[in-house]
Nanobody, 124 residues
Framework: QVQLVESGGGLVQAGGSLRLSCAAS????????MGWFRQAPGKEREFVAA????????YYAEFVKGRFTASRDNAKNIVYLRMNNLNVEDTAVYYC?????????????????WGQGTQVTVSS
């Protein structure tokens, strides 16, 4: 059974940092392109970052460039999202996803597997 499990969310003050982790099991995720998305209350799920199989050059949404860093450890089947300089607008449930055919895919429909999400709340 394929599973993606996110962790690392929580409550942080504006300007603070968090590192999200996504642990994968049930398949060899080193073969998969991966992505991070987020969904705030009342809003659609939106793309945050994507990282290809090798993890060489991640791709980011404009609003997180310079603040967020995606990385992966294929030996451990874990994908990370380091988030710095968080602001209130970053408050959302963050999801990792796997499986798009195209590397660095930005649309949720491109992804096959999803985690349950982890809540990130940024206070002012």
């Amino acid at each position: 059974q394929v599973q993606l499990v996110e962790s690392g969310g929580g409550l942080v003050q504006a300007g603070g940092s968090l590192r999200l982790s996504c642990a994968a099991s049930g398949r060899t995720f080193s073969n998969d392109n991966m992505g991070w998305f987020r969904q705030a209350p009342g809003k659609e799920r939106e793309f945050v970052a994507a990282i290809s199989r090798g993890g060489a050059v991640p791709y980011y949404a404009e609003f997180v460039k310079g603040r967020f860093t995606a990385s992966r450890d294929n030996a451990k089947n874990i994908v990370y999202l380091r988030m710095n300089n968080l602001n209130v607008e970053d408050t959302a449930v963050y999801y990792c996803a796997a499986g798009p055919v195209m590397a660095l895919a930005t649309t949720p429909d491109d992804y096959t597997y999803w985690g349950q999400g982890t809540q990130v709340t940024v206070s002012s």
